[in-house]
Every structure is written in C-alpha cells, then in structure tokens.
C-alpha cells in the first residue's frame, strides 16, 4: 500500500481539527470534480477515507502521529502507472490542510 508522510509540527489536536473542518473539501481533489468523497473518523487519530471517481474506488487512510500525518491509499490493480500523480496530488493537499490556517 503506498504512503505519503507529511511533516508538521503542530499539536494533534491541531492536526484533526484542521482535518475535520476540511474533510468535505477531500471532493476538490478529484480533477474535474467528478466523483465523490466518503469519510469517517475511525478514533481520534484515524480517519478513513474512499474516493469514488472514473468507476474506481481508492480506500485511503489518514492516520495523525506527533510529527506527520501518514496517508496510506489502496490503487486498485491496473492503475499503478498513476501513483505518482496520486502522492502529488495528496502530498500538495496535506501540505496546504497543515500550513494554513481557517
């Protein structure tokens, strides 16, 4: 399952707040905004994820730990070749969801 880390300094509390008030804009990461976004906090510290879109469903986890938050994503088979996009896509989401604030 690949990972992408991404390195903050804020308290966890800090972390899920940001995360909670942002959770229905995870839609806005999908390119052209076709698809749909499904989430739940598995406890304080989990939140889990799947993001429907072109007839694909990618189950993802977002896990906040002291010094980054670590998502974990699931491609289904035959779309391996997009992995790359998917970290960079998820890793310039993380890092404006831990930098600014609202």
Do not use: C, N, Y
Request: proline fraction near 5%.
């Amino acid at each position: 399952m690949p990972s992408v880390r991404i390195a903050h300094d804020l308290p966890r509390a800090e972390v899920r707040r940001r995360m909670a008030a942002r959770a229905d804009d995870l839609v806005k990461l999908i390119p052209g905004g076709l698809g749909r976004v499904e989430h739940r906090w598995e406890h304080d510290d989990r939140m889990d994820f799947v993001i429907h879109a072109m007839g694909h469903s990618i189950a993802s986890t977002a896990m906040v730990e002291d010094a980054a938050l670590v998502i974990d994503f699931d491609l289904p088979a035959g779309l391996g070749f997009v992995r790359p996009m998917i970290e960079g896509i998820i890793r310039q989401a993380g890092d404006k969801l831990l930098l600014e604030k609202r």
